[in-house]
């Protein structure tokens, strides 16, 4: 009899779902036969406009340097960034992708014995990093679709270690205010990390949206993580960050891989950072298609969840994956959610003016169908 490769992993890995992301449009092409310029993908909130210009160009001055390994400690990079969040350098620790700093994190203060807070609906990377360090999950119930704050202080037990908050949170597009925000830090006790995830910071116009960055000098337990994947067009480069205390950012830079990212992406990074026309147009672009996707979805009676980021999550009025499927077979692509324990939901990232025509035209003849 041979050997059980899944009964060896160590437990919290052996339990993972794995991460499920949204289908890319080689492979639809490929299953329905579609010509791949005709499918439009609203899937995995990537910035409609494209990489920037700016930041492509620095990539094409960058490819005679693939051969060296990229600056470990990415000095321009991380020069750039502190200057523009006024923060100090040791302060910043990068990521491939900020996915790879919220699972640095859990690494690097969660284990057995250990808990960890965060919200039902929540970004699914959070129990896959808790889980995967051995520690357990503690889901807080929503309250309208939204982080219960004050459930969560209420959850945090002697064992908790470490709190998430997505501030836009994905996949429910909803946020908390600076107050809300406040009252929540001044209740988590000083040894549990608070990781506020603002990975869709650039995007968020509410009111009283609070900058976490901001707050780290009051609260050293506080971690900010940010990406330069949504906002800043480069989720195929791979490329996030945290802003911690040094102490924190010394802690996790003993378990970073010392060249996460690579040296092509950072020049992007330090390029389109400075670009602030392109974060601009992200903007408008963003508030513009936001505005069009819920009239739309108004147009077709369809409820909706009002979000702060630049995706919305809406009622199918039916099985999620049947909705899906129905608009994978009309060339569009969005997200089920399921996996979020919302079934009967499913997220579309906003587009360009014709992709989201294009979606509310083909959600339109699926939610039409008798
Ligand atoms: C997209 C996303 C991230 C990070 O993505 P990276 O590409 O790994 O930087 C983090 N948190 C949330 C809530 C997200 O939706």
């Not at 005709?38 to 920037?52: D, F, M, Y």
């Not at 970004?123 to 995967?132: G, H, L, N, R, S």
């Not at 909803?174 to 209740?187: G, H, I, N």
């Not at 390029?271 to 979805?297: K, P």
């Amino acid at each position: 009899m041979g050997c059980d490769f899944i009964e060896l992993a160590v437990p919290g890995v052996r339990a993972l779902n794995p991460y499920l992301p949204g289908k890319p449009v080689e492979e639809l092409a490929r299953e329905q036969g579609l010509d791949a310029d005709s499918i439009v993908k609203l899937a995995s909130n990537e910035n409609p406009l494209g990489a920037a210009p700016s930041s492509q160009q620095a990539i094409a001055r960058m490819m005679g340097e693939l051969a060296r390994y990229p600056d470990s400690s990415l000095y321009n990079l991380r020069d750039a960034l502190s200057r523009k969040l006024s923060v100090e350098p040791e302060q910043i620790t990068f990521g491939n992708g900020s996915n790879d700093v919220l699972v640095l994190l859990a690494q690097c203060y969660l284990t057995q014995g250990a808990s960890a807070v965060f919200s039902e609906y929540a970004f699914v990377v959070y129990p896959i990093a808790v889980q995967a360090a051995g520690a357990q999950s503690i889901v807080v119930p929503a309250k309208n679709w939204e982080h219960d704050l004050d459930a969560m202080a209420n959850a945090i037990r002697p064992d908790t270690r470490m709190v998430f908050l997505a501030n836009p949170n994905n996949p429910t597009g909803t946020s908390f205010s600076d107050a809300e925000l406040k009252t929540f830090l001044a209740k988590v006790p000083e040894n549990v990390i608070v990781v506020l995830d603002e990975a869709y910071f650039e995007y968020a116009s509410d009111s009283d949206h609070p900058d976490g960055i901001s707050l780290l000098k009051q609260y050293p337990n506080l971690v900010v993580t940010r990406t330069f994947s949504k906002a800043y067009g480069l989720a195929g480069g791979r490329v996030g960050y945290s802003v911690s205390s040094k102490e924190i950012s010394s802690v996790l830079n003993r378990l970073r891989q010392p060249f996460n990212v690579n040296n092509l992406v950072e020049a992007a990074a330090v390029a389109v950072l400075n670009d602030d026309e392109y974060l601009q147009r992200s903007r408008q672009v963003n508030q513009d298609g936001m505005a069009q996707i819920e009239e739309g979805l108004r147009a077709l009676n369809i409820d909706f969840i009002p979000s702060t980021g630049n995706f919305i999550t809406f009622d199918a009025g039916m099985d999620g994956v049947e909705c899906y499927q129905k608009l994978l077979k009309l060339g569009v692509i969005v997200r089920p959610v399921a996996n979020y324990g919302m079934p009967g939901h499913l997220r579309v990232s906003i587009g360009l003016e014709d992709e989201n025509s294009r979606f509310l035209e083909a959600l339109a003849s699926v939610v039409k169908q008798p």
